[in-house]
């Protein structure tokens, strides 16, 4: 079982950056496959990222090239480093933890995830 914490959330300006971090509290966190995604107001939960057991990411295209997710297995924790940050990018972050075990299929949709963080706003504005 995993229990999740995020923190790093706030208030940037347009093209500014934050880095959100997901703190896991099992002592099994490496064997968890790992994601972000976000809910803006009105709008429905939606993926941002996704980290396998090792090292292989996935983001979706609206993130592309902005963001960037890593894991530190050492530290039982999860990263997600936003540049290049727009009104669009506005939300509150969840961070996710999978014991599911996929071949040749990505962590991509709400259902393929067990555990839930709290959450973390992000606010873009001037």
């Known amino acids: 079982q995993q229990q999740l914490v995020e923190a790093g959330g706030g208030l940037v300006q347009p093209g500014g950056s934050l880095r959100l971090s997901c703190a896991a509290s099992?002592?099994?966190?490496?064997?968890?496959?790992m994601g972000w995604f976000r809910q803006a107001p009105g709008k429905d939960r939606e993926f941002v990222a996704q980290?396998?057991?090792?090292?292989?990411?996935y983001y979706a295209d609206s993130v592309k090239g902005r963001f960037t997710i890593s894991r530190d297995n050492n530290k039982n924790t999860m990263y997600l480093q936003m540049n290049s940050l727009t009104g669009e990018d506005t939300a509150i972050y969840y961070c996710?933890?999978?014991?599911?075990?996929?071949?040749?299929?990505?962590?991509?949709?709400?259902?393929?995830?067990?555990?839930w963080g709290q959450g973390t706003q992000v606010t873009v504005s001037s």
């Open positions: 996710a933890a999978s014991s599911r075990l996929y071949v040749a299929r990505l962590y991509v949709t709400s259902d393929d995830y067990d555990y």
């Open positions: 099992g002592r099994t966190f490496s064997s968890y496959a």
């Open positions: 980290i396998s057991r090792g090292t292989l990411t």
